[in-house]
């Protein structure tokens, strides 16, 4: 298994600007994934992050508006940036090791 | 991304009912997982199922994974307000690692 943890738990951000959503692992992981979790609906994966290689983004997902860092094996980050109201939702970062474990979330609110 | 549907999208009981919920696609999975997320918290891994005709039992929930690796489902016994949560069913493709989840199903047990 794995523990993961998330900084910040929750912000609320004004229109048009940037939160930098830090996920920490307490042992080294290669496959790391973000995810979104907009009010009510399930998970959709945002990018693939392995340490190493640059970030892989799923359809409806770019790497100038989600910006992924990896520099090592137990940290990642996920900025989003030019915030609109759309972009209100849960993050969640989830790691790969042998089965899939989740970060807690950050409750973003764009206001 | 290989579908997963899963039914009831909502369900409310009384403590102590027994209920079923279900999990279905119309691709093949290597894997199925059953998440529970809480408000405020991020998915938690209840059982992983791998081979067709699977059975695990967890306590009072009982998991199944189809013959044909295409659906699964989740049946609890004699339910309890501890089990309110939201129950997402997630399934691993034949190629890649990211998950593709169901929409959930919200469920309340009320005392």
């Known amino acids: 298994s794995a523990v993961i943890s998330q900084k910040p738990s929750r912000d609320i951000c004004q229109r048009g600007t940037s939160l930098t959503i830090q996920c920490q692992v307490d042992?080294?992981?290669?496959?790391m994934f973000w995810y979104r979790q907009q009010p009510g609906q399930s998970l959709t994966l945002i990018a693939t992050?392995?340490?190493?290689?640059?970030?892989?983004?799923e359809s409806g997902f770019v790497i100038d508006k989600f910006p992924i860092s990896r520099p090592n094996l137990t940290f990642s980050t996920l900025t989003v940036s030019n915030m609109s109201p759309e972009d209100s939702s849960i993050y969640l970062c989830s790691v790969l090791t042998g089965e899939q474990y989740f970060g807690p979330g950050t409750r973003l609110t764009v206001t | 991304t290989q579908l997963l549907e899963q039914s009831p999208q909502f369900l409310s009981i009384q403590e102590g009912e027994n209920l079923t919920v279900y999990c279905n696609s119309s691709s093949v999975f290597s894997s199925l997982q059953w998440y529970r997320q809480e408000p405020g918290e991020g998915p938690v891994l209840l059982v992983t199922?791998?081979?067709?005709?699977e059975v695990k039992k967890l306590k009072r929930l009982t998991f199944q994974f189809g013959d044909a690796r295409k659906d699964s489902s989740l049946h609890i016994t004699a339910a309890q307000p501890g089990d309110t949560g939201l129950y997402l069913c997630?399934?691993?493709?034949?190629?890649?690692?990211?998950?593709?989840f169901g929409k959930g199903t919200s469920l309340l047990v009320t005392p």
């Open positions: 997630a399934g691993e493709p034949n190629s890649g690692y990211a998950l593709n």
């Open positions: 199922v791998v081979t067709g005709g």
């Open positions: 992050a392995n340490q190493g290689s640059e970030a892989t983004y």
């Open positions: 042992s080294q992981v290669t496959m």
